[in-house]
């Protein structure tokens, strides 16, 4: 089985300011104290790849892949981020979760704050709850003829999702909220789902992939759209709804 440091990093938009990859899951963005045995990280990959130092000016979790947009100046890396802190940038994604869903609904559901690290909470990060809207769409429903925990059966929905906040792990507890939790999320999932998948279909990744981003060019503006194509095993199972 492929690994992600078996390939070049997919890069998806280059100009003399940004630079967009899809990123693969189960890569970190940069180093954190989350994971410090992790040796790989998408920063330095990108930077070896492209010989040019990259900003990162969003995040995607380890286990979700997509686009992943990084600066190529200081400059720009503020302007970008920024832009991301006040919602001008529209990130949409595509998740596999349990049960069917509603065609469309919107979870305003608050999250508390979730610290990584001890030195976070001895600094006095607060758990205050804070404000957390996403909107989902189902795009296809499927029944399977496998036995899960004590149905005979089991449902599964292939959801759009767009964040219109930043939390950690945002998507993830929404959905957890709304019990529709998503496949292979191993934090917030449910554990018969995920091993389910990884027995009959052999899928050991978290089903969320972040499918495209839209935003004006920092430079010139103008609208651009980046998107990027499903991996492997989240195709396999995408072709599972038809």
């Not at 300011?17 to 994971?35: E, F």
């Amino acid at each position: 089985m492929e690994t992600k440091t078996d390939i070049a990093l997919e890069i998806l938009y280059q100009d003399a300011y940004i630079v967009a990859i899809n990123k693969p899951s189960g890569l970190l963005v940069h180093k954190s104290p989350i994971d410090k045995r992790e040796t790989h990280f998408a920063l330095q990959e990108l930077r070896n790849q492209i010989g040019q130092y990259v900003y990162p000016v969003h995040r995607l979790d380890k286990p979700t892949s997509g686009v992943l947009l990084f600066a190529l100046s200081k400059e720009v890396a503020q302007k970008l981020s920024l832009d991301f802190r006040e919602g001008r940038v529209k990130k949409e994604y595509v998740a596999v979760v349990r049960g069917y869903c509603d065609e469309h609904g919107v979870i305003e559901h608050p999250l508390t704050q979730m610290l990584d690290t001890k030195a976070q909470k001895e600094a006095g990060r607060t758990k205050e709850a804070q404000e957390a809207i996403t909107h989902y769409w189902c795009l296809a429903k499927v029944e399977l003829p496998y036995a899960v925990s004590r149905y005979a059966t089991t449902r599964y929905s292939l959801v759009a999702l767009t964040p219109k906040t930043g939390r950690k792990h945002q998507l993830r507890r929404h959905m957890k909220h709304i019990d529709h939790h998503m496949v292979g999320d191993t934090k917030h999932g449910r554990g018969e789902h995920n091993q389910f998948f990884r027995k009959t279909f052999d899928v050991h990744r978290l089903l969320l992939h972040a499918n495209k981003i839209s935003l004006a060019h920092p430079l010139t503006h103008l609208p651009l759209v980046i998107e990027a194509q499903y991996d492997r095993d989240f195709k396999r199972v995408v072709e599972l709804f038809g």
